[in-house]
């Protein structure tokens, strides 16, 4: 079974400062990477992912993301935060096996608040 | 090219009703997967079809369930409505059977049960 961890329910910063959001997997094979971003009454909308090769992924809206095996983590990353960054983060995690088809889990989810 | 949209956008229903969703995928996606968001236990998997088939399903109760049809919109119905059911329904597409795509999220359903 597949599952995704976001230890933090929300994660503070000031506007200008790094911005981390951590998040770690378990998948019984080797796993796809996949980080959203949901505004207030909108869907998810995707930021970046990793299949495969280099370790750091870059993405969307100048968010990157660095892919750890043996940590087994995907912590996403943004150099300076912006306010409008304020948001509901999620990781979620496809297993590579055939027979999960594309089924996504996600992770609890972390609200971000960016303050001026 | 237009995203996924999904109607209605909002729908209130009582105890006992059923509910139909549904789902247009992005132009060339086949394949639909839906999930159910609620505060209590986050995004949870449904289904997910493809070609009108149904190629994965999450543990949820069969009042639960889905179709797609030959032009990959895809419906999801409930029955025998519950309290617990009130969610918000996403939809997402994507191309194919190609496990490394990200799949692209619509707006939701938000279903309130009361």
């Known amino acids: 079974a597949q599952s995704v961890a976001q230890p933090e329910d929300q994660v503070n910063v000031a506007e200008g400062n790094p911005l981390t959001v951590k998040c770690t997997y378990s998948?019984?094979?080797?796993?796809?990477l996949f980080w959203y971003v949901q505004y207030p009454n909108r869907g998810l909308q995707f930021l970046l992912k990793y299949i495969t090769g280099d370790n750091l992924v870059k993405g969307s809206y100048g968010f990157e993301a660095e892919f750890n095996k043996s940590q087994t983590s995907f912590h996403l990353k943004k150099p300076s935060a912006l306010v409008s960054d304020s948001a509901l983060y999620f990781c979620?995690?496809?297993?590579?096996?055939?027979?999960?088809?594309?089924?996504?889990?996600f992770g609890g989810g972390t609200r971000v608040l960016v303050k001026p | 090219k237009a995203g996924v949209t999904q109607t209605p956008r909002y729908l209130i229903k009582t105890r006992g009703q059923q509910v139909t969703l549904s789902c247009s995928p992005i132009s060339g996606h086949r394949s639909v997967s839906w999930y159910q968001q609620t505060p209590g236990q986050g995004l949870q998997f449904l289904f997910e079809?493809?070609?009108?088939?149904?190629?994965n399903k999450g543990n949820f109760p069969g009042r639960f369930s889905g179709r797609q049809f030959s032009n990959s919109r895809s419906e999801m119905n409930v029955s025998t409505l519950e309290l617990g059911d009130s969610a918000l329904y996403l939809c997402?597409?994507?191309?194919?059977?190609?496990?490394?795509?990200?799949?692209?999220f619509g707006p939701g359903t938000r279903l309130t049960v009361l």
């Open positions: 079809y493809f070609s009108e088939t149904q190629r």
């Open positions: 998948v019984s094979g080797n796993p796809y």
């Open positions: 979620a995690v496809r297993d590579a096996i055939k027979a999960a088809g594309n089924k996504l889990t």
């Open positions: 997402a597409s994507s191309l194919g059977l190609e496990k490394r795509g990200e799949q692209f």
